[in-house]
């Protein structure tokens, strides 16, 4: 089979673009290959086709061909039948007859071609696995330790990964493909492979890792693999290649899924930079960096900035004709300003849009609930809630045809029945967006940020006890997507921590709070206006549990805390030193009386955070 792992070779030598797509799994490795076989007769063989007569007398015939040389020119003309095939059906067919002469240890590299053309069709992933298993049981019994052969293995392991994700299987495509990943470093530190065949299997893993594990909601983990996959293409093309400004931008949309927005910046600059340089300024891969760069602006609250990236966008969709872009970046224009407190303009410009959208599209219940945001900021309340009862008619038809845009629309709408003080019809909504992205196992983050909001506003209209499933929920799902320093997880343990304090369980509540004071001074620094809240919450804990030295520690710190912000947090500091008075005496009234010191009130507040909208 050295033809076929000549031609399979190959795939680490091209340096075409769809190398780095999301699989290198493409046919036109597998039909380079211009070796043939000594043996073969080939058909412009002029005395094969010179017509003669057969005279005994002046011509000797052929001696007979060994048998042992039959065969081998048997198998190589069923070796170039199979790498001449093109289409499924051919290659299956010549498979079948190579079946019937060339043992099972010999398939491993047809098994694996064809099992790479299944998976690239994407129809039949049942079948693309069966040859996967058959061409990596065939390949590790042909290795006998021999280290060069242990590329095609780690295809192999690459292709059971995308297969498995195929499936759904994403416990399964992660054990694969941390095998591959491990057989590919195995083979970096021997040396005895070129890097430039080992380097598009190790880009396939680690881009097929970055999906499963987004897929499983490990968003954090899966950032490091997008990382790799970023410094591959790095090595591999030119500076200002198409490919790097095309995986920056797809980092940059990752660390924006998981809202880190000042990370993102650096990399959607680099995207718009390489790509200005290499297609201009009216391209449009720099109208999706500047509309990626207007959200990275707008969760950096920079909106000014973020409407300026918006209309230059918008001016290069327009001269493309993209219309369906066009309108979506009109809506983010709208957004944006709101988020200005231009309402007005926003309400004219979502007017317009919304005459270009079809009566029930999900587009048009998107223009709604902007506009519905418009009018609720402005306390034109019964306009605002008209439009959202026309959205929710329109999503309601497209729950299963859109679950997650629809999930997405019903968690924005809560937010304005949120904002008008009606907080059982905002939480009936999230209830039902929960339900949808339940059955949705990529959205794991999206659902425990949903988890986390019902939490916080059944806290809030008083069903403590309802409320702590769902923030535990919440804590555990958010952990799992973006790791355990991620302030939003912080928020949900100092709900918890203030749910405790109302079920009169102040050691479970100090706990919570002090969990979640550790997570904010890491994310979002000591002197947060939220990680000062979280340090007052503790200090209250540690006061009802009467552990007065604790209590004082900590309200000490939010005293020292509110006095870094200077003037514009005057009133905070007074209260907080008026508190830490309090504790103070109620620490010397406790060493002297402690009956005196049970009649004082602890005024101490306790404080619920909500998770930030944009989470």
């Not at 945001?373 to 605002?384: G, M, P, R, S, T």
């Not at 959205?443 to 403590?464: D, N, P």
């Not at 343990?493 to 304090?501: D, H, Q």
């Amino acid at each position: 089979m050295r033809k076929l792992w000549n031609s399979l070779s190959l795939v680490g030598r091209r340096r075409s673009i769809s190398y780095f797509s999301k699989s290198y799994t493409s046919d036109a490795p597998f039909n380079c290959c211009t070796k043939t076989h000594g043996l073969l007769i080939r058909p412009n063989n002029k005395f094969a086709t010179t017509p003669f007569r057969n005279m005994d007398t002046l011509v000797q015939k052929p001696s007979p061909i060994p048998s042992r040389q039959r065969k081998i020119m048997g198998k190589s003309q069923l070796e170039e039948a199979f790498e001449s095939a093109e289409t499924t059906e051919e290659m299956l067919k010549a498979f079948s007859n190579m079946e019937g002469v060339f043992e099972e240890r010999e398939l491993g590299l047809a098994s694996l071609k064809i099992g790479l053309k299944l998976d690239h069709e994407g129809e039949d992933p049942e079948k693309a696995l069966s040859f996967a298993k058959r061409a990596l049981k065939a390949l590790e019994k042909d290795n006998n330790n021999n280290t060069p052969s242990s590329l095609p293995v780690a295809m192999c392991l690459q292709l059971l990964g995308s297969v498995s994700f195929s499936l759904k299987r994403f416990s399964d495509s992660l054990g694969y493909l941390n095998r591959a990943n491990r057989v590919l470093a195995r083979l970096q530190d021997v040396g005895v492979v070129s890097v430039d065949d080992v380097r598009p299997v190790l880009h396939a893993v680690q881009l097929e890792l970055a999906n499963v594990k987004n897929a499983m909601g490990r968003r954090e983990e899966a950032l490091e693999n997008l990382r790799k996959c970023l410094e591959i293409k790095e090595v591999t093309f030119e500076e200002d290649s198409g490919e790097l400004g095309k995986g920056n931008r797809d980092l940059a949309e990752a660390y924006v899924a998981v809202l880190n927005f000042k990370e993102a910046l650096p990399y959607c600059l680099k995207a718009l930079e390489i790509h200005i340089k290499g297609l201009g300024m009216n391209s449009v891969e720099v109208a999706h960096d500047r509309k990626l760069l207007g959200i990275v602006y707008s969760g950096l609250e920079e909106h000014e900035k973020a409407l300026e990236q918006n209309v230059l966008a918008q001016r290069i969709l327009k001269n493309w004709n993209l219309n369906a872009d066009l309108l979506r970046a009109e809506i983010d224009a709208a957004n944006m300003m709101i988020a200005l407190g231009r309402y007005d303009e926003a309400v004219c410009t979502l007017k317009g849009v919304v005459q270009q959208t079809e009566k029930d599209s999900e587009t048009r219940a998107l223009v709604l609930v902007s506009m519905a945001k418009a009018l609720c900021n402005q306390e034109k309340f019964v306009d605002c809630k008209s439009c959202l009862e026309v959205s929710l008619g329109i999503l309601d038809k497209r729950e299963r045809i859109s679950p997650v845009e629809v999930a997405e629309a019903y968690s924005e709408i809560s937010m304005q029945y949120e904002t008008m003080n009606e907080f059982e019809t905002a939480i009936s909504l999230l209830k039902r967006t929960l339900a949808l992205l339940e059955m949705q196992p990529q959205e794991q983050h999206s659902e425990g940020s949903i988890s986390a909001r019902i939490g916080w506003l059944l806290l809030l209209t008083g069903k403590v006890q309802q409320a702590i499933p769902y923030l535990e929920s919440a804590a555990e799902r958010l952990k799992d997507s973006f790791g355990p320093k991620h302030f939003g997880v912080g928020y949900i343990y100092n709900n918890l921590g203030a749910a405790y304090l109302e079920l009169d369980r102040p050691q479970s509540a100090a706990q919570m709070f002090a969990v979640a004071k550790d997570i904010m001074d890491t994310s979002l620094g000591p002197h947060h206006a939220d990680t000062i809240e979280s340090c007052q919450n503790l200090s209250k804990a540690y006061g009802e549990m009467g552990s007065y030295v604790l209590a004082i520690e900590f309200q000490q710190q939010v005293v020292d805390a509110w006095e870094s912000h200077g003037a514009s947090a005057e009133d905070e500091f007074r209260e907080a030193q008026r508190l830490l008075e309090q504790l103070k005496k109620k620490a010397r009234d406790a060493s002297a009386n402690e009956l005196h010191m049970k009649a004082l009130p602890n005024e101490l507040p306790i404080k619920a955070l909500p998770l930030p909208h944009k989470s």
